[in-house]
Every structure is written in C-alpha cells, then in structure tokens.
C-alpha cells in the first residue's frame, strides 16, 4: 500500500480544490449507484469532508481509490441505519426496433447480482463501473495487490456460477442469458425460447 502524504501547504485548500474538481463527478455516479440519488449528493459531500479532515492519510497518486472507500464505508453505514432507498427504474419496455436492444432485462441483472455475497458485489462494482485494477482495486478495498487480484478473480468466479444458476431455474420468469425476454404485449408473461 502506498503511504499517506504529510500534512503541510501541500495539503491546504489548494489541493482540496484540485482534488473536489479532478473527482467530485465520479465520486458522486459511485455514490449514487449505490445509495440512489436522492442521498447522493449528501454522501459525496460527506466523502469529501472526510478527505479534508483526513487529509494527511489521503495516499499521494491513489487519492480515487481512497476516495472510493471512503465512500463505500460511509454508503454502508448509511445502509445501517436502515433508511430507505430509492432505486430508479428503467422503462418497462427495450427499444424492440433496434437490432442492439437490450437482451436481458435489469431485473435479471439485479436478482443475479442480489445473490452474492455484499463483498463481491462490492468488488465487481468497483471493477466494471469505475474501472479499478490492480493497484487501484486493492487500495479501494484497503487489501494488497495479491489480495485484491484474488478478490476480483473469486466474485466473478461467483457471479458467472450464480448467472448459470439462475439459467437453469426455469421458475424465474425468464432464463438469464439466452435472449428469453418478458413479451410486452402480455403485460410480464415470459416466453422461453430455445
């Protein structure tokens, strides 16, 4: 892991200013994926207050990552408190008339996604939506390179074992990943095909 920077004119409201401009943005789209937008702009605001108060900790060169798990720290305590959260939701129907629609709907996604482990979702997110490797990963998480390597190959080793799972529960509705979407005009019956 890298070490914290020391406080000193390097750490003033300078390089608050710089650090609020570079990453206000992605920190708040991170936030707001995962505690709805209704209560992002207050977590993102508090990330940064931490940030300032912290800022001697803040690592110099992984100051995203950090923010990251800052964020993620303060999301789930957020989540404890048991308020309730908003989640936004996409219109019911694909775009049918375009050959690039959507072949498996969000509500797949989710239920694939709501079977594993808060750990591995964690690590996934942070993977695919903010594009985290390998030092970066690992300083989000707080683990080593190793550790976080490991991490990433373990959940979408799950992820792909859970998505084949739901493949095979022909209970569901439709059957994730072979292209089986709700028919629309029958207001959420299912048709399997293939």
Do not use: C
């Not at 995962?34 to 931490?50: C, I, M, N, P, S």
């Not at 110099?60 to 989640?87: D, Q, S």
């Not at 859970?162 to 959420?188: C, E, I, K, Y």
Request: hydrophobic share 40%; aromatic share 6%; glycine share 10%.
């Amino acid at each position: 892991m890298t070490q914290p920077a020391a406080t000193g004119p390097d750490r003033g409201e300078p390089w608050f200013e710089d650090l609020f401009r570079a990453h206000a943005t992605t920190v708040f789209r991170y936030v707001s994926r995962r505690a709805g937008r209704d209560e992002a702009e207050d977590l993102a605001a508090e990330t940064f207050a931490v940030a300032w108060r912290r800022r001697a900790d803040v690592p110099e060169g992984h100051e995203l990552p950090w923010l990251y798990r800052t964020a993620g720290f303060l999301v789930a305590n957020h989540h404890r408190k048991g308020r309730p959260t908003p989640v936004e939701t996409l219109p019911d129907e694909a775009d049918r008339s375009s050959v690039e629609h959507v072949v498996v709907s969000d509500l797949e996604v989710r239920a694939v996604f709501a079977t594993l482990s808060l750990r591995d979702r964690q690590v996934l997110l942070l993977a695919a939506w903010e594009g985290l490797r390998g030092d970066g990963l690992a300083e989000a998480l707080g683990i080593s390179r190793g550790g976080a390597d490991a991490a990433l190959s373990r959940a979408r080793a799950r992820l792909r074992d859970a998505w084949q799972d739901a493949d095979r529960d022909p209970g569901s509705g439709t059957v994730p990943g072979t292209g089986a979407l709700p028919d629309a005009r029958s207001q959420g019956s299912a048709t399997q095909t293939g």
